[in-house]
């Protein structure tokens, strides 16, 4: 069974630290993760699809790896800003059941 | 384009009363399907869909019922609503089965059974 993690579950950091933050999951076997942004009381939006083949993925100040091989992936955020605070969570594709599992999420707060 | 609209955003039901949560994408997506998020326990996948008329079950599927009539709709229904269900609710579609394009969620539905 596919399980994804997400340490630690919340953090907290000044405004313009660079930030990276975790996943793993136990089975290698993915088509896919994607990495999506939840505010406070509002859906999720997606920011950063990986396809198993590859490696990294760009978009502004975010930057997605994912290692299959060994189960992680990391969302590395640049220069982070008060506006960066939601929750952060990362979820796997693996084709089974046609369903995407899911971590718990990382929260985060930039402080001004 | 609007993407995945779900419909309502707030509901509060009675215990036992039923309810039909609305969903659609206009993407053209084939695959569509039902999640809830529930504290400490992340998203759940109730049912989903991999095309017009046809629909499966996914993890947490008791008390829910789904069907899949046109490519755009997929209504979530609770036959006979309990307290355990109180939760947000989030619709989520793609474009291919392998969900090699990833997903799109709705804003969600929360839900209160009292």
């Not at chain 1, 992680?72 to 059941?97: E, F, H, K, M, W």
């Given at each position: 069974?596919?399980?994804?993690?997400?340490i630690p579950?919340?953090?907290?950091?000044?405004?313009?630290e660079?930030?990276?933050?975790?996943?793993?999951?136990?089975?290698?076997?993915?088509?896919?993760?994607?990495?999506?942004?939840?505010?406070?009381?509002?859906?999720?939006?997606?920011?950063?699809l990986?396809?198993?083949?590859?490696?990294?993925?760009?978009?502004?100040?975010?930057?997605?790896?994912?290692?299959?091989?060994?189960?992680?992936?990391?969302?590395?955020?640049?220069?982070?800003?008060?506006?960066?605070?939601?929750?952060?969570?990362?979820?796997?594709?693996?084709g089974?059941?046609?369903?995407?599992?899911?971590?718990?999420?990382i929260?985060?707060?930039?402080?001004? | 384009?609007?993407?995945?609209?779900?419909?309502?955003?707030?509901?509060?039901?009675?215990?036992?009363?039923s309810?039909?949560?609305?969903?659609?994408?206009?993407m053209n997506?084939e695959?569509?399907?039902?999640?809830r998020?529930?504290?400490?326990?992340?998203?759940?996948?109730?049912?989903?869909s991999?095309?017009a008329?046809?629909?499966?079950?996914?993890?947490?599927?008791?008390?829910?019922?789904?069907?899949?009539?046109?490519?755009?709709?997929?209504?979530?229904r609770?036959?006979?609503?309990?307290?355990?269900?109180?939760?947000?609710?989030?619709?989520?579609?793609?474009?291919?089965?392998?969900?090699?394009?990833?997903?799109?969620?709705?804003s969600?539905?929360?839900?209160?059974?009292?």
């Amino acid at each position: 069974k596919q399980e994804v993690t997400q340490i630690p579950a919340a953090l907290s950091v000044p405004e313009g630290e660079n930030l990276v933050l975790n996943c793993s999951f136990t089975d290698s076997a993915i088509y896919n993760l994607q990495w999506f942004r939840q505010d406070p009381g509002k859906g999720l939006t997606s920011l950063l699809l990986i396809q198993s083949s590859q490696r990294e993925q760009t978009s502004g100040r975010l930057n997605a790896s994912l290692d299959k091989s060994s189960g992680r992936s990391t969302l590395y955020i640049a220069a982070s800003q008060p506006g960066d605070s939601a929750t952060y969570l990362c979820a796997v594709y693996t084709g089974a059941n046609s369903k995407l599992t899911f971590g718990k999420g990382i929260t985060l707060s930039v402080r001004p | 384009n609007a993407g995945v609209t779900q419909t309502p955003k707030f509901q509060v039901l009675k215990t036992g009363q039923s309810m039909t949560l609305q969903c659609a994408q206009d993407m053209n997506h084939e695959y569509m399907s039902w999640y809830r998020q529930d504290p400490g326990m992340g998203l759940r996948l109730i049912h989903y869909s991999v095309g017009a008329g046809i629909t499966d079950q996914g993890e947490v599927p008791n008390g829910y019922n789904v069907s899949r009539s046109t490519t755009e709709d997929f209504p979530l229904r609770l036959l006979s609503a309990a307290p355990s269900q109180t939760s947000v609710y989030f619709c989520a579609s793609s474009y291919q089965r392998q969900g090699a394009g990833g997903y799109t969620f709705g804003s969600g539905t929360r839900l209160t059974v009292v």
